[in-house]
């Protein structure tokens, strides 16, 4: 009877260490900072993670795509040209800025399924609150006897079974891997260098423009024999596709450091682990604390740290 | 507790006065007029921009790619400006005729128009940028950072300047950037220096020139800098705001 006495407190105390356990949880991975982040990333970046805008910006693409196909027909206006630059890069520019929307493209789907998650600043507290929960009814079944032992042992098993089902009610199973899958994606992107590189690529394109309408269609009367359709669409175009790029552009920049927090939390596919884990350990523990007879239980030793709780009747 | 005597009093009055004597005995300057503690407050009126072959005269613009140095660049070309070396945007009186200092000039609202043309025009007018008109405006709060900023302050230190013009900031395509020096806040990120020039009390005539590396948005880390140069005009604060 000792034995098993002895058993069951062991397992209060061990369930209140794993409540105690997540509550440090966010504390030692950075969540508290790093989440936030996140979220402020998620709701910079959501105005250009839609199919409407992708299409848009691919839109822009072709148009730029078509003057250069026109512009590249017409002589040589000189090595070290504006327009000789951009018709030097713009078949590279074009395919990695392709690449770069294709890639945003394909994780529309996954970026919504983490922006459908609870907000990112309240993650933390998705472990501290139920951690302390757990600590707290471990405590009290580890001081109580007979039913009311019993009754606080069940409590901490329905904590822990909320905390099991927690992943599946906000569909982490596969909204967290999906997001771990964008960050991957996302990775090569969102470096300082690739920043630099766009923004370059930006000027490069900018520069070509101006070089387009001051000079090259100034010098094109629209009744010569060269009309440059594409060349003056594009010209036209330009300060609305600039309009467009610009503070797309921004956002990666100025999310940079936001990404990078994100990046350094765990993988997002271990999260609903991080819950179904402790929640089926406490579980287990909870229902490894059920003593032979609530009578025979005697309150377990409680470490001279702990707090007295004291009845005010 | 110790009452001062009349004596004291009037000893007190007369060092206060004689000091303030002393400082601003150059009052027949243009310096002294518009200043407080050799703030020059006023405006500073803006000579415009011209390029003449390969000769720049006047106030102007350019931005330094990030990497580079404020020396040697290497610089954004700007296809519309005006000048054989496109590095440099020279620019033109606004409506105010130039920067003020003491006060702000603020951006107006809205602070473009529909093809995102910067409307902001009381320093300079706005200037074509690829393709879209960026303006400069000082605001009590700094539209891209959101955070309080100070008027723009000129001192005068015999004939060199310095100041702080952290209220600055270019607008442009829907975009704000700040480009006072030092930032609102006081950081001096990367080539962010000055405002540093020179001053003639005798004729009013300046020049001033600052750096400011961009924090943020589309064009993070480049950085923009500002050659002012005219004529400085004395007044107070009251009279700017007025």
Same mark, same amino acid.
């Given at each position: 009877?000792?034995?098993?006495?002895?058993?069951? %407190?062991?397992?209060?105390?061990?369930?209140?260490?794993?409540?105690?356990?997540?509550?440090?949880?966010?504390?030692?991975?950075?969540?508290?900072?790093?989440?936030?982040?996140?979220?402020?990333?998620?709701?910079?970046?959501?105005?250009?993670?839609?199919?409407? #805008?992708?299409?848009?910006?691919?839109?822009?693409?072709?148009? @730029?795509?078509?003057?250069?196909?026109?512009?590249?027909?017409?002589?040589?206006?000189?090595?070290?040209?504006?327009?000789?630059?951009?018709?030097?890069?713009?078949?590279?520019?074009?395919?990695?800025?392709?690449?770069?929307?294709?890639?945003?493209?394909?994780?529309?789907?996954?970026? %919504?399924?983490?922006?459908?998650?609870?907000?990112?600043?309240?993650?933390?507290?998705?472990?501290?609150?139920?951690?302390?929960?757990?600590?707290?009814?471990?405590?009290?079944?580890?001081? !109580?006897?007979? !039913?009311?032992?019993?009754?606080?042992?069940?409590?901490?098993?329905?904590?822990?079974?909320?905390?099991?089902?927690?992943?599946?009610?906000?569909?982490?199973?596969?909204?967290?891997?999906?997001?771990?899958?964008?960050?991957?994606?996302?990775?090569?992107?969102?470096?300082?260098? %690739? @920043?630099?590189?766009?923004?370059?690529?930006?000027?490069?394109?900018?520069?070509?423009?101006?070089?387009?309408?001051?000079?090259?269609?100034?010098?094109?009367?629209?009744?010569?024999?060269?009309?440059?359709?594409?060349?003056?669409?594009?010209? #036209?175009?330009?300060?609305?596709?600039?309009?467009?790029?610009?503070?797309?552009?921004?956002?990666?920049?100025? %999310?940079?450091?936001?990404?990078?927090?994100?990046?350094?939390?765990?993988?997002?596919?271990?999260?609903?682990?991080?819950?179904?884990?402790?929640?089926?350990?406490?579980?287990?523990?909870?229902?490894?604390?059920?003593? !032979?007879?609530?009578?025979?239980?005697?309150? !377990?030793?409680?470490?001279?740290?702990?707090?007295?709780?004291?009845?005010? #009747? | 507790?110790?009452?001062?005597?009349?004596?004291?009093?009037?000893?007190?009055?007369?060092?206060?006065?004689?000091?303030?004597?002393?400082?601003?005995?150059?009052?027949?300057?243009?310096?002294?007029?518009?200043?407080?503690?050799?703030?020059?407050?006023?405006?500073?009126?803006?000579?415009?921009?011209?390029?003449?072959?390969?000769?720049?005269?006047?106030?102007?613009?350019?931005?330094?790619? *990030?990497?580079?140095?404020?020396? /040697?660049?290497?610089?954004?070309?700007?296809?519309?400006?005006?000048?054989?070396?496109?590095?440099?945007?020279?620019?033109? *009186?606004?409506?105010? $005729?130039?920067?003020?200092?003491?006060?702000?000039?603020?951006? *107006?609202?809205?602070?473009?128009?529909?093809?995102?043309?910067?409307?902001?025009?009381?320093?300079?007018?706005?200037?074509?940028?690829?393709?879209?008109?960026?303006?400069?405006?000082?605001?009590?709060?700094?539209?891209?950072?959101?955070?309080?900023?100070?008027? *723009? +302050?000129?001192?005068?230190?015999?004939?060199?300047?310095?100041?702080?013009?952290? =209220?600055?900031?270019? =607008?442009?395509?829907?975009?704000?950037?700040?480009?006072?020096?030092?930032?609102?806040?006081?950081?001096?990120?990367?080539?962010?220096? $000055?405002?540093?020039?020179?001053? /003639?009390?005798?004729?009013?005539?300046?020049?001033?020139?600052?750096?400011? +590396?961009?924090? $943020?948005?589309?064009?993070?880390?480049?950085?923009?800098?500002?050659?002012?140069?005219?004529?400085?005009?004395?007044?107070?604060?009251?009279?700017? /705001?007025?």
């Amino acid at each position: 009877m000792a034995e098993r006495t002895r058993r069951s %407190n062991a397992a209060v105390w061990a369930a209140l260490v794993i409540g105690l356990g997540l509550v440090a949880a966010p504390a030692v991975f950075g969540m508290f900072s790093r989440a936030p982040a996140g979220g402020q990333m998620i709701d910079e970046f959501a105005p250009y993670m839609r199919g409407g #805008t992708l299409r848009s910006f691919d839109a822009d693409l072709a148009v @730029i795509d078509a003057a250069y196909k026109e512009t590249k027909a017409l002589p040589p206006e000189g090595s070290a040209s504006s327009l000789a630059t951009f018709e030097q890069q713009w078949p590279r520019i074009h395919d990695e800025m392709a690449t770069m929307l294709s890639t945003i493209e394909a994780n529309v789907g996954r970026f %919504n399924g983490l922006r459908a998650l609870p907000p990112f600043w309240a993650f933390p507290w998705f472990f501290v609150l139920p951690g302390l929960m757990i600590a707290g009814i471990g405590l009290w079944t580890g001081r !109580s006897v007979g !039913s009311q032992r019993e009754r606080s042992r069940w409590a901490l098993v329905v904590v822990a079974v909320s905390v099991i089902a927690a992943p599946a009610v906000f569909q982490m199973f596969g909204r967290a891997p999906a997001g771990a899958a964008m960050i991957d994606d996302f990775r090569p992107l969102m470096t300082e260098a %690739n @920043i630099a590189q766009i923004q370059g690529d930006f000027l490069v394109i900018a520069s070509a423009e101006g070089q387009l309408r001051t000079d090259v269609l100034a010098r094109s009367a629209p009744d010569s024999l060269v009309q440059l359709p594409a060349t003056r669409k594009f010209v #036209t175009e330009w300060p609305r596709i600039a309009a467009e790029m610009a503070p797309m552009i921004g956002a990666m920049a100025d %999310n940079l450091d936001n990404f990078a927090a994100v990046d350094a939390l765990p993988a997002f596919w271990l999260f609903p682990w991080f819950f179904v884990f402790p929640g089926l350990l406490v579980a287990a523990l909870g229902l490894a604390a059920r003593p !032979s007879r609530p009578a025979d239980v005697a309150p !377990s030793p409680i470490p001279a740290a702990a707090p007295v709780l004291r009845s005010t #009747t | 507790m110790i009452k001062p005597t009349r004596h004291a009093l009037a000893l007190a009055l007369t060092a206060v006065v004689l000091g303030a004597t002393a400082c601003g005995g150059d009052t027949g300057s243009p310096a002294a007029e518009g200043s407080e503690d050799n703030q020059l407050v006023g405006l500073f009126r803006i000579a415009a921009g011209a390029c003449e072959g390969t000769e720049l005269q006047g106030s102007y613009f350019r931005m330094v790619q *990030p990497g580079g140095t404020l020396d /040697d660049g290497p610089f954004v070309a700007n296809g519309d400006s005006a000048c054989a070396d496109q590095t440099v945007t020279p620019m033109t *009186p606004g409506s105010d $005729g130039g920067l003020r200092t003491g006060v702000f000039q603020a951006q *107006p609202e809205p602070a473009f128009d529909a093809a995102g043309n910067s409307l902001s025009g009381q320093i300079v007018q706005p200037q074509k940028w690829f393709a879209v008109a960026f303006g400069l405006a000082t605001n009590p709060t700094d539209p891209q950072a959101e955070v309080a900023a100070a008027a *723009p +302050q000129i001192r005068a230190d015999g004939t060199e300047l310095t100041g702080n013009l952290e =209220s600055l900031a270019a =607008s442009w395509n829907g975009q704000h950037f700040n480009q006072g020096s030092p930032k609102p806040g006081g950081a001096r990120p990367g080539l962010t220096a $000055g405002p540093s020039g020179t001053y /003639d009390s005798a004729t009013g005539n300046y020049t001033l020139e600052w750096s400011s +590396q961009i924090v $943020g948005g589309p064009f993070s880390n480049f950085t923009g800098i500002w050659h002012l140069e005219g004529t400085f005009e004395p007044g107070t604060a009251d009279q700017e /705001d007025s």
